[in-house]
């Protein structure tokens, strides 16, 4: 049977008792109108590339304890065969806007392409329409809810509104999907010297944030989210009630496996979903005591990092938080539930 004949028979909401698509009863209703935001978000990624950003917006998006205050589009490494064009950033911001309209949101946050390009290492015209926007969020005046700068892929903007305005590293915390292994917390582990793909898309951007600034990071390394995991089957089962979108979603993930497959590489049947553990670093913290309490971390000096991505032994600064496993149990369920329920679900 066709994929989406079967996906019309898969219609109910699990434990919810809900039916995909219809009106919420007033009880569901009400529960849901209690959840209201917590924190401020920023989200910055590379939607123009590896679809696992298009999975961590939709999420993103259908969390009702988070505001999404700005969407960056971000640029990816030139000649990228993601996107091999010289509007990488634009064609994100773009796929933003068209994952806001399919989800048919009543409010769609600003969405704004940022540089097209890496931070030069002159630091000459870093500043860009995007940055200017960072600034002006960071500057709002909200101290009951904390702002958080969720970056999936580089740092390029966060770099350049900080250089901009320096006062925003206390004002926002960054949720950092990226950065090379720390050997020390993997004893034993074979120690990876290649550098990690996010660092490398803009590594004057990451120097900088990392060697120079005052934010607050909290970061998933290359171990850590390549272990955000999903099969195949679990894919098409769990986005089976989220109708248009969650065909919209799958249909990402069988492009970037046939791209790959004409470029004679078989990527199995896993896809790593490694920019969702930003949702459950931000919308998914614990009730009581607000945290991201169901996944580990240690805290660190934030290292300084060298030119080629790595770290600079012997260096140390202000405290981060390094993430070492994530709760996917809560991330995958809390997403499909989500999805199931939107109106592009209809």
Known sequence: MPLMQNWARRRVLGGLGLTCG???????????????????????????????????LAHHLASPSVEIALIVGSHLHEKEPFDGSAQQAQHAAERAQELAGLMRLDHVPPIVAGREKALG?????????????????????????????????????????????????????????????HPELNPGVPARTDPEYNTTIDITAARYIFNESDIEIWQVPRDTYRRVLISHAELEQGLAPAGRLGAFLLAQVDRIGTLAGGA???????????????????????????????????????PSIDDKGAYVPGSGGRPMRVYRSIDTRLTFADMFAKLARSKAAA
């Open 22 to 56: 219809a009106a919420l009863a007033p009880w569901q209703q009400a529960a849901l109108a209690a959840i209201t935001p917590r924190q401020r978000i920023i989200i910055d990624n590379d939607l123009g590339g590896d679809p696992d950003g298009l999975f961590q």
């Open 121 to 181: 290492p002159d630091r000459a015209g870093w500043t860009s329409p995007a940055s200017q926007r960072i600034v002006a969020e960071a500057l709002k005046a909200d101290s009951h809810r904390p702002l958080f700068y969720a970056a999936g892929a580089s740092l390029t903007e966060l770099a350049a509104a900080h250089r901009l305005d320096p006062r925003i590293g206390k004002l926002l915390k960054l949720a950092w999907i990226g950065g090379m292994e």
């Open 264 to 302: 004679g590489l078989n990527i199995g049947e896993t896809y790593i979903l490694g920019d969702s553990p930003l949702v459950t670093l931000t919308a998914l913290q614990s009730s009581f005591e607000a945290d991201s309490s169901s996944s580990d971390y240690v805290v660190k000096p934030t």
